[in-house]
């Protein structure tokens, strides 16, 4: 790990100096706030003030014909994570740079490492700037302070869109590593994000009708069978899993997902969920989007260390 804090500082500077790292975050600002903006606008009308946890309703409604500010995290999110990634290794490769910094006395572990520690920090810092933001908002147009569950749903509402955004940019890494053009592995990354965040959707649905095909006829059973199949072939996706693991947490009266018998609606009162209640119901989408971004971390760190200096 040595030279790892001089590779880590300079990244950063790189990363806060890019104009296309300001582009993408100039737009996500920009639609992020107004979606929050005219969202407050929407509950301020619709006189939900006196609802319970308030705050977290800016982050997933919509007003004004924008949408909420979760959609953008998730479209954004994914482009973001690739244009910070897409050229990590291949750029400093065609540049001719990569082989002078692997001449300097640091470990080739502390490039990596510390490329992809900028770009996550670049990404905390941004996603924790427009959510106090969006607190300010908060306070100025409904007059309502998040309360400390508020704050803590928040905060592991945050740490998610850094899991989310995290695996997208190892995946771009990892292509920046394998491709020696920095456009192929642009093109594979967005293609890769095209597939899991909308192709996935029919595929999962032509799967689950052929295994369990549905006609009029179909007991309530196979119904649920066809749905949980639907959902699960989904989960493959970081975009539902953020969609889920955001539901929970924003929505403190979500319990479940996926189908449900009328059986086990009945007495069923929607009270809000406690904080480590609402943890439970999506624990397995937090470990599973954990898993998927370490996975490919961990793909890119063993091919970047087993790659051939003199190829590179």
């Known amino acids: 790990m040595g030279g790892l804090l001089p590779v880590f500082l300079k990244e950063l500077t790189d990363q806060f100096g890019s104009k296309r790292f300001m582009l993408i975050t100039l737009i996500i600002v920009i639609t992020g706030l107004f979606s929050s903006y005219t969202a407050s606008e929407a509950l301020k009308e619709q006189q939900f003030l006196n609802e319970e946890y308030l705050f977290l309703g800016l982050f997933t409604s919509s007003g004004g014909g924008l949408p909420s500010f979760l959609f953008f995290i998730s479209f954004f999110g994914p482009l973001l994570g690739i244009i910070l990634g897409f050229d990590a290794i291949n750029g400093e490769r065609t540049r001719g740079t990569l082989s002078l910094i692997l001449s300097q006395p640091i470990y080739r572990d502390a490039i990596i490492n510390g490329k992809f520690l900028a770009s996550l920090t670049t990404v905390a810092i941004m996603i924790a700037s427009i959510m106090v933001m969006i ?17 803590v749903r928040a905060i592991l509402f945050f740490i ?27 093109l594979t990354s967005i293609a890769l994000w095209i597939f899991l965040s909308f192709f996935v959707y029919m595929i999962a649905g032509v799967v689950a009708d052929k295994i369990y095909p549905i006609t009029q006829q179909s007991t309530p059973e196979l119904l649920a069978k066809h749905e949980s199949l639907r959902t699960m072939l989904l989960r493959f996706s970081p975009a539902v899993l953020l969609e889920e693991i955001s539901a929970a947490l924003l929505n403190p009266t979500v ?9 086990q609606l009945k007495g069923l009162i929607l009270t809000p969920l406690s904080l480590g209640q609402s943890v439970l119901v999506v624990w397995p989408q937090f470990v599973a989007l954990i898993a998927a971004s370490v996975i490919c971390f961990a793909v ?3 091919a970047f260390m087993r790659k051939e200096i003199r190829s590179i």
């Open 135 to 151: 607190a300010g908002i908060s306070i100025a147009k409904l007059g309502v302070v998040p309360n400390g569950q508020e704050v």
């Open 160 to 186: 998610a869109c850094i899991l989310y955004i995290a695996f997208w940019m190892s995946l771009a890494i990892l292509f920046s590593i394998i491709f020696e053009k920095s456009s192929t592995s642009a």
């Open 255 to 263: 319990r479940v997902f996926g189908p449900m018998f009328e059986t």
């Open 300 to 302: 890119s760190y063993l």
